[in-house]
């Protein structure tokens, strides 16, 4: 069977003491890896080996590390090299640190020991009921992350993907702004309290911005990413509906492709629209749908949105004037009336099964 990787958000709940550990730790842990870039960038070395030769020892007396933290510091700098051997980079102290298996492991279902300056700490973890059940397929390396005062680890997990069956129908989905998702059944899915959440978050913030004082940046500090945590919620809550359903039709899904429509959009949208479309992320709406799709065993594919929402599903006659407004479409060929989103999504469906036709081109008549 094969598998995916997904990565498990663990939140740590150390006591004072340890979290005092860990940061120094953390900072320890930067220090040595700025100090091994700098190194193999000044010698012009940039491989795991080279590096170690020529500083190992050095950051163990320096920084006071272990050996297997020196080891992972340094590949903490050979990461970063692999992407831009032009700028030597720079490690912020509280930085992300990589722990590995000689590092730190689970005890039990609620406690995980993790290296530090001092030695091995125990510290307690709680876990969403949703990874709950796949600790046992965690595996390899773990990063330490400080966010906003609190501990996480992030850890990778083997997750078994069910085969894919081969499907002749789909389940077209059309997104957008009033609607998030429209399906080629006719559901849909509104965005009218997450636009009203999108506004009060930012009147909430445009008044404290105002204000200015000691008291409101704090109120600030707290209310950041509190907006993208929200959408990240929906968009998961909603991928999850999709693929569930989807599954239950014994159909695939079939999505609009719409890499760089803030771009696209940007000069013909009007500035209240874009600031709704720069809001929402279809593209973190997709990487769910994705995922979630391949562990259910459910097929997933990616077509041209163009002209889906300008097209008359029942005829194929395309012109912008069937397009009446926001919700309505009015073909003036056949004269087929529908919602226009969900005209758009039954032909986002039929191009989701011209994808998997040989020699077809997924595309809407023009």
Same mark, same amino acid.
């Given at each position: 069977?094969?598998?995916?990787?997904?990565?498990?958000?663990?939140?740590?709940?150390?006591?004072?003491?340890?979290?005092?550990?860990?940061?120094?730790?953390?900072?320890?842990?930067?220090?040595?890896?700025?100090?091994?870039?700098?190194?193999?960038?000044?010698?012009?070395?940039?491989?795991?080996?080279?590096?170690?030769?020529?500083?190992?020892?050095?950051?163990?007396?320096?920084?006071?590390?272990?050996?297997?933290?020196?080891?992972?510091?340094?590949?903490?700098?050979?990461?970063?090299?692999?992407?831009?051997?032009?700028?030597?980079?720079?490690?912020?102290?509280?930085?992300?640190?990589?722990?590995?298996?000689?590092?730190?492991?689970?005890?039990?279902?609620?406690?995980?020991?993790?290296?530090?300056?001092?030695?091995?700490?125990?510290?307690?973890?709680?876990?969403?009921?949703?990874?709950?059940?796949?600790?046992?397929?965690?595996?390899?390396?773990?990063?330490?992350?400080?966010?906003?005062?609190?501990?996480?680890?992030?850890?990778?997990?083997?997750?078994?993907?069910?085969?894919?069956?081969?499907?002749?129908?789909?389940?077209?989905?059309?997104?957008?702004?009033?609607?998030?998702?429209?399906?080629?059944?006719?559901?849909?899915?509104?965005?009218?309290?997450?636009?009203?959440?999108?506004?009060?978050?930012?009147?909430?913030?445009?008044?404290?911005? /105002?204000?200015? @004082? &000691?008291? !409101?940046? *704090? %109120?600030?500090? $707290?209310?950041?990413?509190?907006?993208?945590?929200?959408?990240?919620?929906?968009?998961?809550?909603?991928?999850?509906?999709?693929?569930?359903?989807?599954?239950?039709?014994?159909?695939?899904?079939?999505?609009?492709?719409?890499?760089?429509? /803030?771009?696209? @959009? &940007?000069? !013909?949208? *009007? %500035?209240?629209? $874009?600031?709704?479309?720069?809001?929402?992320?279809?593209?973190?709406?997709?990487?769910?749908?994705?995922?979630?799709?391949?562990?259910?065993?459910?097929?997933?594919?990616?077509?041209?949105?163009?002209?889906?929402?300008?097209?008359?599903?029942?005829?194929?006659?395309?012109?912008?004037?069937? %397009?009446?407004?926001?919700?309505?479409?009015?073909?003036?060929?056949?004269?087929?009336?529908?919602?226009?989103?969900?005209?758009?999504?039954?032909?986002?469906?039929?191009?989701?099964?011209?994808?998997?036709?040989?020699?077809?081109?997924?595309?809407?008549?023009?």
């Amino acid at each position: 069977m094969l598998g995916m990787k997904l990565v498990v958000q663990i939140k740590l709940l150390p006591d004072a003491e340890q979290a005092s550990a860990l940061l120094a730790y953390m900072a320890a842990f930067n220090a040595a890896a700025t100090q091994a870039a700098r190194v193999g960038f000044d010698e012009g070395v940039f491989s795991q080996p080279s590096i170690h030769r020529l500083c190992y020892r050095e950051l163990r007396n320096t920084f006071g590390v272990s050996s297997q933290t020196a080891v992972r510091a340094i590949g903490k700098a050979v990461e970063c090299f692999a992407r831009d051997k032009i700028k030597c980079p720079t490690f912020k102290s509280l930085g992300a640190v990589t722990y590995d298996q000689r590092t730190f492991s689970f005890k039990g279902i609620d406690r995980v020991s993790l290296l530090t300056q001092g030695g091995r700490i125990l510290v307690p973890y709680v876990v969403g009921d949703y990874f709950s059940g796949r600790l046992h397929a965690l595996k390899g390396q773990a990063d330490l992350v400080y966010r906003d005062g609190k501990f996480f680890l992030l850890c990778i997990a083997d997750v078994p993907e069910l085969p894919v069956t081969p499907v002749r129908e789909f389940l077209g989905v059309d997104l957008g702004i009033v609607n998030i998702a429209t399906d080629s059944t006719g559901e849909r899915h509104t965005g009218v309290e997450v636009e009203q959440h999108r506004k009060r978050h930012l009147r909430v913030r445009s008044s404290f911005q /105002r204000k200015g @004082t &000691k008291s !409101t940046k *704090r %109120r600030l500090k $707290r209310l950041s990413g509190r907006q993208r945590r929200y959408q990240t919620w929906v968009n998961h809550g909603l991928s999850k509906h999709i693929v569930a359903k989807a599954k239950a039709l014994g159909a695939g899904i079939a999505i609009e492709d719409l890499t760089g429509i /803030r771009i696209r @959009t &940007k000069k !013909t949208a *009007r %500035r209240k629209q $874009r600031s709704q479309l720069s809001n929402w992320s279809f593209a973190q709406l997709r990487v769910f749908l994705t995922y979630k799709a391949r562990m259910a065993g459910v097929s997933l594919v990616v077509v041209d949105p163009r002209n889906t929402s300008r097209t008359c599903f029942v005829c194929g006659y395309c012109n912008p004037a069937n %397009r009446l407004s926001q919700n309505c479409f009015s073909c003036t060929s056949c004269g087929h009336t529908d919602h226009a989103d969900h005209n758009a999504a039954r032909n986002i469906s039929r191009l989701g099964q011209l994808v998997n036709l040989p020699q077809k081109s997924a595309t809407v008549n023009s």
